[in-house]
């Protein structure tokens, strides 16, 4: 991204970029050359840079409870996390539809100072996967200038003007909690708006959570290789969602269900780990499932959480989930498997996945493929498919 895309997509802080042009100057540097998850060409440390080294930042440590609400907001010690929501959906037209809506803190160097000190650089990406089409929007901004940023309660991730906010039992969506009031008890993830927006494409719906958060690997300490790579890790998988999607042939009205990803670490890949697999599922009976297999020169590395109906999770051994890609695409040039079986004995699951749309392809700064997915077998329903470094 050159300094005259970056001018353009700040237009409202065009005042403040003249006031600073030194300042300016430095985040621009630090933007295309120091933050690693957003580096398409850092992949010599693992994918997306990854695997680099900690040096200095915090690192994730077993037997550290996760604490919540504290626990939804930023880390700025550490040097990577998301926010990063999926949501199927069905249209008042009876197409399926997917939703994406993510928001990624990278830091420069750990822990965070106000203003244009900040080391903190902010990426969202959105997008909504049809049947046929594939719409995406990307968005780049700096910490400590209001442009982007998060608070833990009430819940609010922002980046200029994307926002997934907490909202109280009666508030539309567009308000913000401060304006409506603070939410009437419950954790803040529980009830959220959800706004995006593209050159051919806006959403905004409304999230309520009908079930508990739910800690990912050993209570929140996820592990990702061999080596003993991890990060802290929950998710809220458990939303109804209900909203409208704005596309080139017109508005249509959604229902369906959401997972929402929370996650942080310093160095949550080892050095030859090249992508990632990762399927988060919607079982029909009520039940969910997390999966995903980190690739490297060898077998690879898989973990699984299987979510009981009520929330209740049982981590799964890695290597416990068996994932066989079935069938490929050619999709932006790269070929990439779309369909695959998810295998896992312990729980008596055997699916074959389906996509949406095989062409669900993230044409962002780092690419990747991203879109909903269907599912049989021993199982039914449907879920959510990324892969990276293909």
């Known amino acids: 991204m050159n300094a005259e895309i970056l001018w353009r997509a700040q237009a409202g802080h065009r005042r403040a970029w003249r006031a600073h042009g030194r300042a300016r100057s430095l985040v621009l540097a630090g933007l295309l050359a120091c933050a690693p998850l957003f580096s398409p ?51 008042a037209d009876g197409k399926d539809y997917g939703v994406q809506w993510t928001l990624f803190r990278s830091a420069l160097q750990p822990g965070e100072r106000p203003g244009w000190e900040s080391p903190q650089v902010w990426l969202g990406h959105a997008a909504v996967t049809t049947p046929t089409a594939q719409h995406v929007a990307e968005r780049l901004a700096r910490g400590g200038i209001g442009q982007a940023g998060v608070t833990a309660s009430p819940f609010s991730a922002t980046i200029d003007d994307w926002a997934m906010r907490e909202r109280t039992s009666g508030q539309a969506s567009g308000q913000t909690g401060e304006q409506a009031g603070a939410a009437a008890g419950g ?58 999607l704005d596309l080139p042939e017109g508005p249509v009205a959604v229902t369906g269900e959401a997972w929402l990803d929370r996650e942080w670490s310093s160095q949550p890949l080892s050095a030859d780990q090249t992508g990632w697999d990762w399927f988060s599922l919607h079982f029909d009976g009520g039940e969910k499932l997390m999966g995903f297999r980190l690739r490297d020169k060898g077998a690879g590395y898989t973990s699984a959480t299987f979510i009981a109906a009520d929330g209740t999770p049982e981590p799964l051994p890695a290597g416990a989930l068996v994932l066989t890609p079935l069938e490929n695409a050619t999709v932006a040039g790269r070929r990439v498997p779309v369909g695959w079986r998810l295998q896992l004995p312990q729980k008596g699951i055997d699916i074959t996945t389906t996509a949406l749309n095989p062409e669900a392809w993230m044409a962002t700064r780092t690419p990747y493929w991203e879109g909903p997915i269907r599912f049989s077998g021993t199982r039914s329903g449907r879920g959510y498919l990324e892969m990276t470094g293909y």
């Open 187 to 244: 954790d803040p993830l529980d009830r959220l708006t959800l706004s995006a927006s593209g050159k051919d494409f806006r959403y905004a719906l409304d999230l309520t959570a009908t079930g508990p958060l739910v800690p990912q690997g050993q209570n929140g300490y996820s592990v990702k290789s061999a080596a003993g790579q991890a990060s802290f890790y929950y998710s809220q998988p458990f939303y109804r969602v209900a909203g409208r």
């Open 41 to 91: 060409a850092a992949h010599a440390q693992g994918f997306a840079g990854l695997g680099t080294t900690a040096e200095g930042f915090a690192v994730p440590q077993p037997g550290v409870a996760l604490s919540f609400p504290a626990d939804h907001g930023p880390h700025p010690d550490f040097r990577i996390e998301w926010w990063y929501l999926t949501a199927n959906l069905k249209g």
